[in-house]
């Protein structure tokens, strides 16, 4: 009877309560920058990630560039992939640098503990790693080891890739045939060093990041911005006492917060889901806005000039691996549910963007939430690869403030047989949004429509400028569920669209159930 009576208040307050959606945006405001580094990436040695995404080796019928796959290049290009974060991940705090340069054939062979108990032949290191950041015109970022190496091992990494003149390690360097140093600027001081990197407490970790941070230095023009790692999801202390006692040493603190359907014993299928645990996948990754949300008021305790940027380093979806798969691979597909899941934290990131500076998928290639995935000499991009395509329109473009008011969205009561996903749910809002003027004054919205079944209409007020024209492209599809495979790599993609009327100065968009939209404004 109590059962009975639970499931009717929940049916009650699902009924999503239907309105006017409104988003009026503020387009003659506007001082924050959306940095484009709010859209980066994320690949480590983990799986088909590195060895066999980006790497396959100079003589692979694949074809390559120096090893690095030609296709997977050309279609990171087409985001405008503006960083890479490497080698991990987990796998950074047992890397040690001096394994992966060289000749290839002298390279140790080891075995990746972390990751599936692979044999790592090291053919892919710093050299390549750097190689593969030029080709594809991002900065690189890269995560020192802590948590089992050394501080001396650390320096002189970062000697051996930035120091131009006579050195040990720059000498080195070039006898292994780089003269020049590179630029790199992003570096990370040890990852997730409350767990695999070293199981730390936070004030050993923040002593820690002090004395490795000092001996990360700055040669010639070369300039590190240092990142310490950060908390897992809402460990609010790790914050409060690494800004307390390294604050004033880092340039950037890392978060890391991954959206899992179920729990970490049963996740949840990335393909075979039903709306009540859709719904409750989104609600989940909502939560990214109050974990910026709150470490950014914890920082600002410390920090109110906003110097010291919040990194969320590893961000996505993490389900069950594919049927048949390695487990210690985290291969997964990737549906639409995975582009309504980019486009709100994404969203989300623009809307923080005086504190959020920089943020990585986990992961690039065939690994969690994947925009590519690869098998042979088959390429796929997945329905997140096209919300970074759409997204890529807010790059480095101005935030612009906006005030949204949405319908509210809820699960049905959910199925008994479905008891890992059953969660109380509050509802949530049906559209989220960001938008930006870019460098030419076009501005740019992206809009999601959370709702699995509805339309959503949607009246947007772009208020002190006047709106001559507006077009767009959408990502949408039949089912929540769809997805891209190697034989039918193309069944969701990005589309023109023309579901925008303008009258009046008012946009009226209808957004279709399940969707991202980018609307460009003249
Ligand atoms: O992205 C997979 C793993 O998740 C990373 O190696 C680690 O940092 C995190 O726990």
Redesign the pocket.
């Known amino acids: 009877m109590k059962h009975f009576f639970f499931t009717i208040a929940l049916v009650a307050a699902f009924v999503a309560a239907r309105g006017q959606n409104k988003l009026v945006i503020h387009a003659d405001q506007g001082q924050t920058t959306i940095s484009k580094h709010n859209n980066g990436h994320?690949a480590?040695h983990?799986g088909h990630c590195i060895y066999g995404g980006f790497w396959v080796g100079e003589d692979s019928p694949i074809p390559n560039t120096r090893g690095i796959r030609n296709d997977v290049v050309a279609a990171l290009k087409e985001i405008s992939i503006p960083n890479l974060r490497w080698p991990?991940?987990?796998?950074?705090d047992e890397y040690h640098w001096m394994d992966g340069i060289g000749p290839r054939a002298d390279r140790p062979r080891m075995i990746n503990t972390?990751?599936g108990g692979v044999v790592e032949d090291n053919s892919f290191g710093t050299h390549e790693f750097l190689d593969l950041c030029e080709q594809l015109g991002c900065e690189p970022y890269i995560c020192g080891n802590v948590g089992s190496g050394s501080v001396e091992e650390m320096s002189k990494w970062v000697e051996y890739i930035t120091f131009d003149g006579e050195s040990p390690m720059a000498n080195l360097r070039k006898q292994n045939g780089r003269e020049k140093p590179w630029k790199v600027s992003f570096w990370g001081v040890g990852?997730?060093n409350w767990?695999?990197?070293g199981n730390m407490t936070a004030a050993f970790y923040a002593d820690l990041y002090r004395r490795y941070a000092t001996y990360c230095r700055n040669y010639g023009e070369n300039r590190l911005f240092k990142i310490a790692g950060g908390a897992n999801s809402a460990d609010y202390n790790w914050t409060e006492t690494l800004m307390r006692d390294a604050g004033g040493q880092m340039q950037g603190l890392s978060l890391?917060h991954?959206t899992v359907p179920g729990s970490w014993g049963r996740k949840g299928s990335a393909t075979n889901f039903n709306e009540n645990e859709y719904l409750s996948t989104i609600e989940k990754t909502l939560v990214m806005n109050e974990l910026l949300a709150r470490h950014s008021n914890i920082m600002d305790r410390f920090d109110p000039q906003k110097r010291v940027a919040l990194v969320p380093d590893?961000w996505g979806a993490?389900y069950d691996v594919e049927p048949g798969t390695n487990p210690g691979f985290?291969f997964q597909q990737n549906t639409l549910r995975d582009a309504i899941i980019a486009g709100t934290n994404l969203n989300i990131f623009n809307n923080h963007a005086d504190r959020v500076r920089m943020a990585n998928i986990?992961?690039t290639i065939n690994?969690?939430q994947a925009v590519l995935l690869t098998k042979d000499e088959k390429i796929v991009r997945t329905p997140t690869y096209w919300v970074f395509w759409l997204y890529k329109a807010h790059h480095d473009a101005t935030l612009l403030p906006t005030a949204l008011t949405a319908n509210r969205v809820a699960q049905a009561a959910p199925a008994q047989a479905n008891l890992p996903f059953r969660r109380e749910s509050r509802g949530i809002d049906a559209i989220n949004a960001s938008a930006s003027r870019d460098a030419s004054g076009k501005i740019h919205v992206t809009l999601v429509n959370v709702d699995p079944k509805n339309e959503q209409s949607i009246e947007i007020e772009p208020r002190g400028t006047t709106v001559k024209r507006v077009s767009g492209h959408a990502l949408v599809s039949s089912a929540i569920t769809d997805h891209n495979t190697f034989d039918a790599p193309d069944r969701v993609a990005v589309k023109p669209f023309n579901g925008a009327r303008l009258a009046k100065g008012v946009v009226t968009v209808k957004l279709p159930a399940c969707s991202v939209v980018l609307l460009e404004i003249e």
Do not use: I
Not at 88 to 92: L, N, W, Y
């Open positions: 994320f480590e983990l991990g991940g987990c796998f950074a972390h990751w990852n997730e767990g695999c990197g890391h991954y590893e993490w985290l986990a992961q690994v969690l």
